[in-house]
C-alpha cells in the first residue's frame, strides 16, 4: 500500500463553507441542481448522438453493427492491472470484462432486472427450494471437454469450497445438493426458499463455467490459462500485463464473434486511456469520470455513454469500536456534502446519492438517509467525544485520480465536523482481502446493487454474508430480506424492498457519496461496439459483435 501522509486540519465552518461555496459556484456554471435535490445535472446526458449511434436494451448507446467483416484485432484499455483470470477469485471490474469474453454466463439480467437464459436454456422452481436448470447439448470448452452438468456442478462445488475467494462462495453453500438426472440438467436444492436463487449465476463466479479437465491439470496455476466454453480462449497472460486473447473458432454461436483476437491493456489512469484511444494504441476504452465525455469528443472519438448502478461510497467496519457507535456513523454522513463533493470531483455532472440505490435505479425510494447537516454533525461529533475522545479514523482507497480527489474533499469536510482522516491507497484485490479480514476501519468502495435488488442487498448487508465486509449485523434487515426471499409476488417484494431502503438508513453501515457515470471512448475504426449492460463492471461489453475495419 502507498501511504499518504496528509492529515487534515480542523477546519472552521467557515472553512468549510468557502468549499463548498467555490463547489457550488461550479455546481452553477455547470447548471447542476439544487443541493441536496438528488437529481440528475442538466448536461449529465452529453451531446447528441453521433451518426451511427443507436440505443442498447439498457438504455446505454452503442454503435450499429451494420455489415461485419471478420478478423482484426481490437486493443481495449482496462483500468486495472489483473493477476488471475481464474473464476473462483473475486470478480472485480478489469477481471469480470475480460473473463465474460472467457467463460460466457449461465444466465443473465434483462433490461427490467429480470434473470433470463444466456448459456443455460433455463432455471425453473415451483417451491423456491428446488431449482432445475437446462443446459444445451453439443457445447464444448476451449480444451475439447463437454459442457455438461457434471461440468457445472463440478464448477460450483470448487467456488463453495473452504478457502475460495469468490464472493458467491457463502452463497454457493447454502446449496445443499446438486444432482444430474442427465447431461443437460442440474437439480439444485437450497437451504430454504430462496426466490432470488437464479439470480446467483447470472452475475460473478457461479455464471461462470470453467472446464473441470483444465481445473485437474492446472491446480493452483488454472488463473494463468483458464478454459471456458466462451467467443475467446487465452492467447498468453502474464500477471500485471497484457491479456492477449484468440477467437474460439468451434463456438456455440455460429458466425460470432468476428474479431480474430482481442487484446486487454493496463492502463490504470483515466487520462491515460483516453490519450491512448487518441493516438490509435488503443482502440477503445472505458471511462467514469463524465468530464470526460466533452475531452474525447473533441479529440474525435465516438462517446458512448452508459447507465449505471454503482455508486462511490464509504464502507464502515462496523466490528471498530469507534464506528460501531451510531452517532459516528451519523456524522460521517450528515458531515458530507455531497453535492459540494460532486461539483469539486465531477464537474456536478454526477447524481448525489441520497440513498444506498442510485435515484435512478428502478427499485429505488426515498429512505430518509441523513442529508448534509453540518451543524448536526459537528454536535454528534462533540458528544462522541466528551465521552470517549477524539476520533481519528484511517481510510484505505482504490488507487486512481478520482478516489484521492474525493479522499482530500473528504479530509477537509470531516476536519470541519471534528473528524481527522488518513489514508492509503491499494490495488482492489488488496482492498478487497483487507474488507473480507475486517482488516481495516474505513474503506472508500464502488459496490453495485443490480436490479435485482433483494441480492444485491443481502450480499454486502445480511447478517453473516461472506461479502458483508461491514462486518455488522442488523435483525430487523434480516427479517425483511427472509420475507423477500420467500415471496414471488412482485408488489409484495417491491415494498419489501422499500422497507429494506428504510431499514438501512436507519442503521447506517455506509456513507453513499455520488453515483458512478460511465461511457465508452471508441475509436474510429471500430464497428459493432455494443455498450455496456447492468453487471458488476462499468467496463464490460460483450465483445461477440464488435468488428474492426480493414
Not at 278 to 307: H, I, K, M, S, Y
Not at 382 to 400: H, M, V
Amino acid at each position: 500500500m502507498t501511504r499518504f501522509n496528509r492529515p487534515a486540519s480542523r477546519l472552521s465552518s467557515a472553512s468549510l463553507l468557502s468549499v463548498a461555496a467555490a463547489a457550488a459556484l461550479l455546481l452553477t456554471a455547470c447548471g447542476g441542481p439544487a443541493p441536496g435535490s438528488g437529481a440528475v445535472p442538466a448536461d449529465s446526458a452529453g451531446a447528441a448522438p453521433a451518426a451511427g449511434v443507436g440505443t442498447n436494451a439498457f438504455g446505454g448507446q452503442q454503435l450499429e453493427v451494420g455489415t461485419p467483416t471478420d478478423g482484426g484485432t481490437l486493443r481495449f484499455g482496462i483500468s486495472t492491472a489483473i493477476e488471475t483470470l481464474d473464476n473462483a477469485n473475486p470478480i472485480g471490474s478489469s477481471i469480470a470484462t475480460v473473463t465474460f469474453q472467457i467463460y460466457d454466463q449461465l444466465l443473465k439480467f434483462d433490461a427490467e432486472g429480470k434473470v433470463v437464459p444466456e448459456l443455460a436454456e433455463s432455471m425453473t422452481s415451483k417451491d423456491l427450494k428446488t431449482w432445475t436448470m437446462k443446459l444445451p447439448a453439443g457445447v464444448k470448452f476451449h480444451d475439447g471437454t463437454d459442457f455438461n452438468a457434471e461440468a457445472v456442478i463440478a464448477n460450483v462445488k470448487r467456488i463453495a469450497a473452504q478457502g475460495s475467494k469468490s464472493l458467491q462462495s457463502g452463497d454457493a453453500r447454502r446449496i445443499t445438493k446438486m444432482e444430474a438426472p442427465d447431461a443437460q440438467t442440474v437439480v439444485f436444492t437450497v437451504d430454504k426458499e430462496w426466490a432470488t436463487f437464479d439470480a446467483l449465476f447470472a452475475t460473478g463466479s457461479t455464471a461462470m463455467v470453467a472446464s473441470p479437465t483444465a481445473v485437474a491439470k492446472a491446480g493452483e496455476k488454472f488463473g494463468l490459462a483458464p478454459v471456458g466454453v466462451g467467443p475467446f480462449k487465452v492467447a498468453s497472460f502474464s500477471p500485471g500485463g497484457e491479456v492477449k486473447l484468440e477467437k474460439f473458432a468451434d463456438y456455440r454461436i455460429k458466425g460470432s464473434p468476428h474479431l480474430d483476437a482481442l487484446t486487454f491493456v493496463p492502463a490504470t489512469e483515466n487520462a491515460a486511456r483516453l490519450s491512448a484511444v487518441g493516438t490509435g494504441d488503443l482502440d477503445a476504452a472505458a471511462t467514469r469520470v463524465a468530464a470526460q465525455f466533452g475531452e474525447a469528443r473533441n479529440a474525435g472519438l465516438t462517446v458512448l455513454e452508459q447507465p449505471q448502478y454503482k455508486a462511490y461510497s464509504v464502507l464502515l467496519n462496523l466490528s471498530d469500536p469507534v464506528l460501531a457507535d451510531h452517532r459516528v456513523r451519523e456524522a460521517l454522513n450528515a458531515g458530507v456534502d455531497r453535492n459540494a463533493l460532486n461539483a469539486a470531483v465531477f464537474g456536478g455532472k454526477h447524481q448525489v446519492m441520497t440513498g444506498i440505490l442510485n435515484p435512478t435505479h428502478p427499485a429505488y425510494a426515498d429512505s430518509g438517509w441523513p442529508a448534509f447537516d453540518l451543524e448536526k454533525a459537528k454536535a454528534l461529533v462533540s458528544a462522541y467525544e466528551a465521552e470517549k475522545g477524539d476520533i481519528n479514523l484511517d481510510f484505505q482507497i482504490p488507487q486512481g485520480t478520482e478516489w484521492s480527489d474525493m479522499t482530500a474533499i473528504l479530509q477537509q469536510m470531516y476536519a470541519a465536523v471534528g473528524i481527522d482522516i488518513k489514508y492509503t491507497a491499494a490495488t482492489p484485490p488488496s482492498l478487497v482481502t483487507a474488507g473480507a479480514a475486517g482488516d481495516y476501519q474505513v474503506q472508500l468502495r464502488e459496490p453495485v446493487i443490480l436490479p435485482e435488488t433483494i441480492g444485491g442487498i443481502a450480499t454486502p448487508f445480511a447478517t453473516g454474508a461472506p461479502s458483508n465486509h461491514a462486518h455488522g449485523s442488523d435483525p430487523a434487515l434480516d427479517a425483511l430480506l427472509a420475507k423477500a426471499n420467500a415471496t414471488a409476488d412482485p408488489a409484495e417484494r417491491k415494498a419489501l424492498i422499500a422497507d429494506m431502503q428504510k431499514e438501512l438508513a436507519a442503521w447506517l453501515p455506509t456513507v453513499p457519496l455520488v453515483s458512478t457515470m460511465s461511457g465508452f471512448m471508441v475509436g474510429e475504426d471500430v464497428q459493432g461496439f455494443p455498450g455496456s449492460f447492468p453487471n458488476t463492471s462499468y467496463e464490460m461489453f460483450d465483445a461477440r459483435e464488435v468488428w474492426v475495419k480493414k
